[in-house]
């Protein structure tokens, strides 16, 4: 893999401005009693690595660059699953995708009966906005999944200006939707923010259309960019150029964060504001079945290494924290941070009680200390994985554990099986299951996850998947049909409803 020069820079710099303005922004935060605000913003679609701060690409994202310079940059921040719909079901309701019924699923719904943070907030004196994407795609059944306030208040209506010229852009004025809520709000209330980016999640434009716009906008060749990318051909990872529409489109949501910032900042808000930027899961990149199984794929190298797969590149997201009134700039952290952690942090901060089912966990240690490297030691683990994304065409479900060092990998629908030395394989390029050094290590990571899955409820691990089942069957059937009107009006009526309407029997109950 490239070494790009920039990763030693960025660390030695942290180091400094941590020592620097670890005293000034504790005791800032000592004088305020104030509640704080939140700002939330997550992207569809993009992978740790192609962010400049970790060293791994040069793309120029100045402005989320910021919030890690500003902050902090967790270089293991992880979702709990590699598709957007549960992953964000997780982030929202503070749970392991796994533990949400029909909100393990793409396609399905997000029960609701899990309650979500930014709702919580709203239950407790905070005034809540919503722009862009918040859960889905999916159905929103009346009388079972949560609706569009899943995230907070909807300021998702006001359009884009000349929208209709750029048709690969989402059609919504994020910034708009903001500065009509904090117009309309109540000055003496909390809030708290979540900001959906669609960006940069394709269909992207015309290669020379981006290439065009990326120069007159922005200044930058996009031809000319590139991140660390798996190349299968190569069995290694490697400098790659991305789609010029993909890049042109991480331009365009890292003006569009600054936007936010700025914002906030001209209106005196930011500093008591906890700002979060997170992927929702990993960008598109395919590589070799190491699996020792044959996949439900075509042919070898057409296995996801990323979205849609619980590799590394899949479910280790970019993932930043800045809150500038209570936690030192400058800091990288190697703790195990999961997008579920960001309900029980933000309650947390805000002073609300933590529901007993949330199973994130609170990161404030780490806000509250003025550490960098490993500052929780009992942050050393990841479980993350997969169900559904898309009749699994791509990858059978899966579940993923990982240490700093190894990660052990089950696919379920055939049994195969992987094991990684992180540490000299950071790729996952040499699949170590069969060699008996390893097999020590190999057997605690396998019974760790069954520990986590049995004590978490993982019906992989109970056993208890008749509603996992059902709920396969339901997404198989509507696959095809699934956002068409008929569809949508028999399941947003209720769930039972719906089933009987399609022919479904009744959802099993464990």
């Not at 820079?9 to 004088?31: G, Y």
């Not at 962010?51 to 902090?72: F, K, L, M, Q």
């Not at 259309?209 to 798996?230: I, N, W």
């Not at 290590?441 to 996850?449: D, S």
């Given at each position: 893999?490239?070494?790009?020069?920039?990763?030693?820079?960025?660390?030695?710099?942290?180091?400094?401005?941590?020592?620097?303005?670890?005293?000034?922004?504790?005791?800032?935060?000592?004088?305020?009693?104030?509640?704080?605000?939140?700002?939330?913003?997550?992207?569809?679609?993009?992978?740790?690595?192609?962010?400049?701060?970790?060293?791994?690409?040069?793309?120029?994202?100045?402005?989320?660059?910021?919030?890690?310079?500003?902050?902090?940059?967790?270089?293991?921040?992880?979702?709990?699953?590699?598709?957007?719909?549960?992953?964000?079901?997780?982030?929202?309701?503070?749970?392991?995708?796994?533990?949400?019924?029909?909100?393990?699923?793409?396609?399905?719904?997000?029960?609701?009966?899990?309650?979500?943070?930014?709702?919580?907030?709203?239950?407790?004196?905070?005034?809540?906005?919503?722009?862009?994407k918040n859960w889905g795609p999916g159905i929103a059944p009346s009388r079972?999944?949560?609706?569009?306030?899943?995230?907070?208040?909807?300021?998702?209506?006001?359009?884009?200006?000349?929208?209709?010229?750029?048709?690969?852009?989402?059609?919504?004025?994020?910034?708009?939707?903001?500065?009509?809520?904090?117009?309309?709000?109540?000055?003496?209330?909390?809030?708290?923010?979540?900001?959906?980016?669609?960006?940069?999640?394709?269909?992207?434009?015309?290669?020379?259309?981006?290439?065009?716009?990326?120069?007159?906008?922005?200044?930058?060749?996009?031809?000319?960019?590139?991140?660390?990318?798996?190349?299968?051909?190569?069995?290694?990872?490697?400098?790659?150029?991305?789609?010029?529409?993909?890049?042109?489109?991480?331009?365009?949501?890292?003006?569009?964060?600054?936007?936010?910032?700025?914002?906030?900042?001209?209106?005196?808000?930011?500093?008591?504001?906890?700002?979060?930027?997170?992927?929702?899961?990993?960008?598109?990149?395919?590589?070799?079945?190491?699996?020792?199984?044959?996949?439900?794929?075509?042919?070898?190298?057409?296995?996801?290494?990323?979205?849609?797969?619980?590799?590394?590149?899949?479910?280790?997201?970019?993932?930043?924290?800045?809150?500038?009134?209570?936690?030192?700039?400058?800091?990288?952290?190697?703790?195990?941070?999961?997008?579920?952690?960001?309900?029980?942090?933000?309650?947390?901060?805000?002073?609300?009680?933590?529901?007993?089912?949330?199973?994130?966990?609170?990161?404030?240690?780490?806000?509250?200390?003025?550490?960098?490297?490993?500052?929780?030691?009992?942050?050393?683990?990841?479980?993350?994985?997969?169900?559904?994304?898309?009749?699994?065409?791509?990858?059978?479900?899966?579940?993923?554990?990982?240490?700093?060092?190894?990660?052990?990998?089950?696919?379920?629908?055939?049994?195969?099986?992987?094991?990684?030395?992180?540490?000299?394989?950071?790729?996952?390029?040499?699949?170590?299951?069969?060699?008996?050094?390893?097999?020590?290590?190999?057997?605690?990571?396998?019974?760790?996850?069954?520990?986590?899955?049995?004590?978490?409820?993982?019906?992989?691990?109970?056993?208890?998947?008749?509603?996992?089942?059902?709920?396969?069957?339901?997404?198989?059937?509507?696959?095809?049909?699934?956002?068409?009107?008929?569809?949508?009006?028999?399941?947003?009526?209720?769930?039972?409803?719906?089933?009987?309407?399609?022919?479904?029997?009744?959802?099993?109950?464990?």
């Open positions: 893999m490239k070494k790009r020069s920039g990763r030693n820079l960025i660390n030695a710099m942290a180091v400094c401005v941590a020592a620097v303005t670890a005293v000034s922004a504790n005791s800032a935060f000592a004088q305020s009693k104030k509640q704080p605000n939140f700002l939330i913003i997550s992207v569809d679609d993009v992978s740790w690595f192609e962010h400049s701060i970790y060293g791994t690409s040069d793309v120029p994202t100045p402005n989320v660059d910021r919030i890690a310079n500003e902050g902090i940059r967790f270089n293991h921040g992880y979702v709990s699953a590699p598709s957007c719909g549960p992953s964000r079901a997780a982030m929202l309701s503070g749970k392991h995708f796994w533990q949400l019924e029909q909100g393990a699923f793409m396609q399905s719904f997000f029960p609701k009966k899990f309650p979500t943070y930014p709702l919580i907030l709203q239950d407790n004196g905070y005034e809540t906005c919503s722009v862009g079972d999944g949560h609706r569009s306030s899943v995230a907070g208040k909807s300021y998702n209506h006001i359009s884009r200006e000349n929208a209709e010229k750029t048709p690969y852009l989402y059609p919504r004025d994020y910034l708009a939707g903001i500065e009509q809520f904090l117009a309309e709000r109540s000055a003496d209330k909390p809030f708290c923010i979540w900001a959906g980016i669609f960006e940069p999640h394709g269909p992207w434009m015309k290669s020379k259309d981006a290439v065009s716009l990326a120069q007159s906008e922005f200044g930058v060749d996009v031809r000319s960019l590139t991140c660390d990318y798996y190349d299968h051909a190569k069995n290694a990872a490697n400098p790659q150029g991305q789609n010029p529409g993909y890049y042109y489109e991480m331009l365009h949501y890292d003006r569009t964060v600054k936007r936010m910032l700025d914002s906030l900042e001209e209106k005196g808000l930011l500093d008591n504001t906890m700002v979060i930027f997170v992927g929702d899961n990993g960008t598109f990149v395919r590589g070799e079945n190491l699996s020792g199984f044959e996949l439900n794929i075509v042919g070898d190298n057409q296995t996801p290494r990323s979205k849609a797969s619980g590799y590394d590149a899949g479910v280790h997201v970019p993932f930043f924290l800045m809150w500038k009134d209570r936690t030192p700039g400058g800091r990288v952290v190697d703790d195990f941070v999961s997008a579920i952690d960001i309900g029980p942090t933000v309650l947390d901060a805000a002073g609300v009680p933590i529901p007993e089912g949330m199973s994130g966990r609170s990161m404030m240690k780490i806000i509250n200390s003025t550490k960098s490297g490993q500052v929780d030691p009992s942050r050393d683990t990841m479980m993350t994985g997969m169900e559904f994304h898309y009749e699994n065409t791509l990858m059978p479900a899966s579940r993923n554990i990982r240490n700093q060092r190894f990660e052990y990998v089950i696919h379920f629908e055939n049994g195969g099986e992987e094991f990684y030395d992180l540490k000299n394989d950071p790729w996952e390029t040499n699949n170590l299951i069969n060699d008996p050094e390893y097999r020590a290590e190999i057997q605690r990571l396998k019974a760790k996850m069954k520990k986590i899955g049995l004590e978490q409820g993982d019906p992989r691990f109970t056993g208890e998947m008749d509603l996992f089942d059902h709920t396969h069957q339901y997404c198989n059937q509507g696959k095809e049909s699934l956002f068409n009107k008929t569809w949508q009006n028999n399941f947003n009526r209720s769930y039972a409803e719906g089933l009987k309407a399609v022919g479904l029997p009744p959802v099993p109950r464990n």
